[in-house]
Structures are given as structure tokens and as C-alpha cells.
């Protein structure tokens, strides 16, 4: 896929969809032992977010955006710790 990046960012074109011909989603859908193993790999990652709030000190934010294309487990870790912040969904 690493070739299919700047094209893809050229074009505006996802990369994962002009390397494969699908989008991620349509990929996911179709191919169990990948998404499986995206899957592991997420989750495995979740012990990682619950060492962000203890590492950084988020307690002078005003606001806190969890941007990232996941369930929002990093957003929900900020918040264990600093249950102060109000939520807008």
C-alpha cells in the first residue's frame, strides 16, 4: 500500500481503496481473518489509552477532542480521570 499513498493524497483517493479497489469498510465486510486481526490489534491498544491520562496532565484544559477513527476509548480514559469535563456529542 505504501505506494499507493501519494498518488492516492494526489488524487483524493483513500490510499486503502486504490491499493486494494475497495474501500476499508467494504474490505472489513468481506474478509473475516482481517478484520479480526484489526480487531486484536485495536483492543490491544486500549492499554496504551489508559496510560494517557496518567502520563499528561489534562487537568488546565478547557476542551479535550478525541479525533481519532476509533469507539472514543481514549476520550473515555481522559474522562475516568477528570470526570470535571463536560461531554457535547
Known amino acids: 500500500m505504501g505506494c499507493a499513498a501519494l498518488p492516492a493524497i494526489a488524487e483524493g483517493v483513500p490510499a486503502f ?20 486481526g484489526l480487531q486484536h490489534v485495536m483492543n490491544a491498544g486500549n492499554a496504551f489509552l489508559d496510560k494517557v491520562p496518567v502520563r499528561f496532565d ?27 469535563f463536560a461531554v457535547c456529542c
Open 17 to 36: 481503496e486504490r491499493a486494494y479497489g475497495q474501500s476499508l469498510g467494504e474490505y472489513l465486510r468481506t474478509c473475516e481473518e482481517f478484520r479480526s
Open 58 to 84: 489534562f487537568s488546565s484544559a478547557r476542551t479535550v477532542v478525541d479525533v481519532a477513527g476509533g469507539a472514543g476509548d481514549l476520550l473515555a480514559s481522559v474522562l475516568r480521570r477528570y470526570p470535571v
